[in-house]
């Protein structure tokens, strides 16, 4: 299945990428690895995961303390924040 990313969740993307990589050099590498490995896994089984809300969903990350929050469209995979777990959880809940 295809995947989509709101553009906001695009930018926390960018973001955290560009912050891990001023924290360690490779580290930024190994976070879009855990990116790809968490979209991959989510586009497989979209609906392993649990729905946190309606018809979202919650994929953790492994080695990392982010989420992607998502949404089964017909086609597509929505992929609605890319949301670090320990702060402000519901804040991409007006992307909906």
Known sequence: MKY???PQAQEELEQTVLFYKKQQV???KRFIEAI???INRVC???LLYRKIEDDVRKCRLLHFPYAIIFRTRSA???IIAVMHIRKQPNYWQSRK
């Open 76 to 78: 597509h995979i929505e």
């Open 26 to 28: 490779g580290l930024e």
């Open 36 to 38: 790809e490995d968490a």
């Open 4 to 6: 989509f990313l709101h």
């Open 44 to 46: 497989r089984t979209p």
